[in-house]
């Protein structure tokens, strides 16, 4: 084929129009929200999809630009430089301009209520809210409990920072809290204090009833009580309850507050009356455990956590956190343990290593997960395992174990070792991102 021919047939084939371009818009649009699933970053990176989209074409942009739904989920995250918060400016103005009239999901996480950005675009755009994440903004928390009732009426779900001093303090305890009444969709509040002093959080006149997520930190154990006998159809609870009165915790001794409808306990206590706080619930339905701090002196009392499993474990289904030798020692008796969940597989007591690889479980465990292990590590556990069971003729068959932080094998010797394990119907499975569930 000669030279020209070459040319005319390449210029024929360029010239023919793109299927893309004749592509239904709608159809574009879905591809866009599929391409742009992970959260807005400000300042934005250059690989960050939504702007890649909007720089193919004309076309393209005009899509993308005029798609609020692109651009509802959004984290703010312009470190501490003046210079930098005043050239996201116009980036957030834009981004707020293009999302509306949608509701928005918001995460700020460094200091912005110091400048403009946060009086003049975010604190007008609150109503938008669906998702609201304070949490290491340093944001003046002021100005958003102050906002009339009913401004947040799209918020579902809130987490934020408060009252990291006396003078927060003093000033929650005097003033009239509003922001919260008229939330019909609120269902999961996180409240972080960073005071060593406990504070009355009944004072934010939230609609606890609505909650099925909560979160709480320095809070005195009876204000605690008295908030959860509100949340009716709680499912989720993290709690870290602060140094409480003991004339009042004994008085609660002999009638536990029934929660019925939580599945998932994350509990820390500081202070010394932990057995008489945890004598005082009751979760018959209590599926996953998170003890967290230490299982011995200041932190945690051994036999009070004992008295709490022995009330509340008829169902449990999973532990998760740190494991430590006090603490395998009370999980271990449980007869109805199915899944044991551990943060870190190199980190864990050698006592507990043993019992995992020589099979000495109770017979109801057939999953264990790790938030973090290598795969030369999972694989390593589990031939240990076969090898003991093997020598005692038990059966390790119907076994899961989950692995998150790393990805199926590729190298050949691993694959094999892998297969080996899993012909024997052991089923191993692998998350690339950490998971808690």
Same mark, same amino acid.
């Given at each position: 084929?000669?030279?020209?021919?070459?040319?005319?047939?390449? /210029?024929?084939?360029?010239?023919?129009?793109?299927?893309?371009?004749? #592509?239904?818009?709608?159809?574009?649009?879905? !591809?866009?929200?599929?391409? =742009?699933?992970?959260?807005?970053?400000?300042?934005?990176? +250059?690989? &960050?999809?939504?702007?890649?989209?909007?720089?193919?074409?004309?076309?393209?942009?005009?899509?993308?630009?005029?798609?609020?739904?692109?651009?509802?989920?959004?984290?703010? %995250?312009?470190?501490?430089?003046?210079?930098?918060?005043?050239?996201?400016?116009?980036?957030?103005?834009?981004?707020?301009?293009?999302?509306?009239?949608?509701?928005?999901?918001?995460?700020?996480?460094?200091?912005?209520?110091?400048? /403009?950005?946060?009086?003049?675009?975010?604190?007008?755009?609150?109503?938008?809210?669906?998702?609201?994440?304070?949490?290491?903004?340093?944001?003046?928390?002021?100005?958003?409990?102050?906002?009339?009732?009913? *401004?947040? =009426?799209?918020? &579902? %779900?809130?987490?934020?920072?408060?009252?990291?001093?006396?003078?927060?303090?003093?000033?929650?305890?005097?003033?009239?809290?509003?922001?919260?009444?008229?939330? +019909?969709?609120?269902?999961?509040?996180?409240?972080?204090?960073?005071?060593?002093?406990? !504070?009355?959080?009944?004072?934010?006149?939230?609609?606890?009833?609505?909650?099925?997520?909560?979160?709480?930190?320095?809070?005195?154990?009876?204000?605690?009580?008295?908030?959860?006998?509100?949340?009716?159809?709680?499912?989720?609870?993290?709690?870290?309850?602060?140094?409480?009165?003991?004339?009042?915790?004994?008085?609660?001794?002999?009638?536990?507050?029934?929660?019925?409808?939580?599945? *998932?306990? =994350?509990?820390?206590?500081?202070?010394?009356?932990?057995?008489?706080?945890?004598?005082?619930?009751?979760?018959?339905?209590?599926?996953?455990?998170?003890?967290?701090?230490?299982?011995?002196?200041?932190?945690?009392?051994?036999?009070?956590?004992?008295?709490?499993?022995?009330?509340?474990?008829?169902?449990?289904?999973?532990?998760?956190? #740190? #494991?430590?030798?006090?603490?395998?020692?009370?999980?271990?008796?449980?007869?109805?343990? *199915?899944?044991?969940?551990?943060?870190?597989? %190199?980190?864990?007591?050698?006592?507990?290593?043993?019992?995992?690889? /020589?099979?000495?479980?109770?017979? /109801?465990?057939?999953?264990?997960?790790?938030?973090?292990?290598?795969?030369?590590?999972?694989?390593?556990?589990?031939?240990?395992?076969?090898?003991?069971?093997?020598?005692?003729?038990?059966?390790?068959?119907?076994?899961?174990?989950? =692995?998150?932080?790393?990805?199926?094998?590729?190298? +050949?010797?691993?694959?094999?070792?892998?297969?080996?394990?899993?012909?024997?119907?052991?089923?191993?499975?692998?998350?690339?991102?950490?998971?808690?569930?």
């Amino acid at each position: 084929m000669s030279k020209t021919s070459v040319i005319n047939t390449t /210029s024929s084939r360029l010239s023919r129009p793109s299927v893309i371009m004749h #592509m239904p818009v709608d159809i574009i649009r879905e !591809i866009f929200l599929q391409c =742009s699933s992970t959260p807005f970053q400000l300042p934005p990176t +250059p690989t &960050e999809p939504r702007l890649a989209l909007t720089h193919v074409c004309s076309a393209w942009r005009e899509v993308a630009i005029h798609m609020p739904k692109l651009w509802t989920d959004v984290i703010v %995250d312009l470190q501490f430089s003046s210079l930098r918060l005043h050239a996201a400016y116009p980036i957030i103005s834009a981004w707020l301009s293009r999302s509306s009239p949608c509701t928005i999901s918001l995460v700020i996480q460094p200091i912005l209520y110091q400048s /403009s950005i946060f009086a003049d675009l975010i604190l007008p755009n609150l109503h938008r809210c669906r998702n609201l994440d304070l949490r290491s903004a340093g944001i003046e928390f002021r100005q958003l409990l102050l906002l009339p009732a009913g *401004t947040l =009426s799209e918020l &579902e %779900d809130v987490q934020m920072d408060g009252m990291a001093s006396q003078a927060d303090i003093d000033w929650f305890n005097r003033e009239r809290i509003t922001a919260f009444q008229a939330c +019909p969709k609120i269902r999961r509040l996180g409240f972080y204090v960073h005071t060593a002093e406990a !504070i009355d959080l009944r004072r934010l006149n939230f609609p606890w009833r609505q909650l099925s997520a909560l979160a709480l930190t320095r809070i005195a154990p009876v204000n605690c009580l008295d908030i959860l006998r509100e949340c009716v159809v709680l499912q989720e609870c993290t709690l870290s309850v602060s140094i409480g009165n003991v004339n009042e915790l004994n008085a609660l001794s002999g009638r536990p507050l029934l929660l019925p409808s939580v599945h *998932t306990l =994350s509990l820390m206590l500081v202070g010394h009356q932990c057995a008489l706080f945890l004598a005082a619930l009751h979760m018959p339905n209590l599926r996953t455990f998170w003890p967290v701090g230490q299982m011995s002196g200041f932190w945690w009392s051994p036999s009070s956590l004992k008295s709490f499993l022995r009330l509340n474990t008829l169902n449990l289904t999973a532990t998760i956190g #740190m #494991m430590n030798n006090d603490l395998w020692e009370l999980l271990r008796p449980l007869e109805h343990l *199915t899944k044991l969940c551990f943060s870190q597989l %190199d980190s864990l007591p050698s006592t507990i290593r043993q019992e995992l690889s /020589s099979g000495a479980l109770a017979s /109801s465990v057939t999953s264990i997960a790790f938030r973090q292990a290598s795969v030369e590590g999972i694989i390593s556990l589990l031939e240990e395992r076969l090898v003991a069971s093997r020598a005692t003729g038990s059966e390790i068959s119907m076994f899961t174990l989950v =692995s998150s932080g790393c990805t199926r094998p590729t190298e +050949p010797t691993m694959v094999s070792r892998l297969e080996a394990l899993e012909a024997l119907g052991i089923q191993v499975e692998f998350y690339p991102i950490l998971n808690s569930d």
